[in-house]
Each structure stands twice: as structure tokens, then as C-alpha cells.
Nanobody
Framework: VQLVESGGGLVQPGGSLRLSCAAS????????MSWYRQAPGKERELVAA????????NYADSVEGRFTISRDNAQRTVYLQMNSLNPEDTAVYSC?????????????WGQGTQVTVSS
């Protein structure tokens, strides 16, 4: 199982980034996918989540209206489009795959990609 994030980097306030998370080693289309972030000295927080078919999406209040999560099951990839970035968005962003089935939870994580918003 592998989740590989990409697309992070340094961006100025007000700028945009698009993160990608490429999955392999499991049945991607059956899993709900999420993006989490963790800033230095802070707890990890859920940023956005999308259902297995892409029809259900949820966002943290702090990113609602600025970030968009999407997925391409054929490409086994989940995306996070981030617009109007501000310094408070600086964090390591990680993707998560989760499936709850028959009372068991299958949980996979990527290694994370750094996003830094600074002038």
C-alpha cells in the first residue's frame, strides 16, 4: 500500500497550490479519502474529506470556500485545490485512505508534503 503526496511548496499569501495524492496497493475506489494537515506545535486536523464515489465532501470551517477536494478513481488520485492561501495554512499536508467494513477499519497514510505560505 502506498500513498504519495506531491504539489507542496512555497507560495505567497493569496496564491494557490494543487496537491495530489497517488494511491496504489489497495482498491482505491472503495475508500473514503481525506486530507489532513499538521502545523508545528499543533495537533493534526482534518482539512477535507470525500466519499468513495466523490459525491460527499466535507471541509474544515477554516478552509471552506477556499479549498476543493476531488478524486479521480480511474487515476487512483485525490486532489486538494487550495486557493487564497494565507500563512495560517502553513503545515505538512497528508492524505488518508479509510474503509470501514465488517467492523474493521482500514487506514492508510501518506508521508506528507510541506506547504509554506509566506511572503
Amino acid at each position: 500500500v502506498q500513498l504519495v503526496e506531491s504539489g507542496g511548496g512555497l507560495v505567497q499569501p493569496g496564491g494557490s497550490l494543487r496537491l495530489s495524492c497517488a494511491a496504489s496497493g489497495f482498491t482505491f475506489s472503495r475508500y473514503a479519502m481525506s486530507w489532513y494537515r499538521q502545523a508545528p506545535g499543533k495537533e493534526r486536523e482534518l482539512v477535507a474529506a470525500i466519499g468513495s464515489a466523490g459525491g460527499s465532501r466535507n471541509y474544515a470551517d477554516s478552509v471552506e470556500g477556499r479549498f476543493t477536494i476531488s478524486r479521480d478513481n480511474a487515476q487512483r488520485t485525490v486532489y486538494l485545490q487550495m486557493n487564497s492561501l494565507n500563512p495560517e495554512d502553513t503545515a505538512v499536508y497528508s492524505c488518508n485512505a479509510r474503509l470501514v467494513e465488517l467492523r474493521r477499519t482500514y487506514d492508510y497514510w501518506g508521508q506528507g508534503t510541506q506547504v509554506t505560505v509566506s511572503s
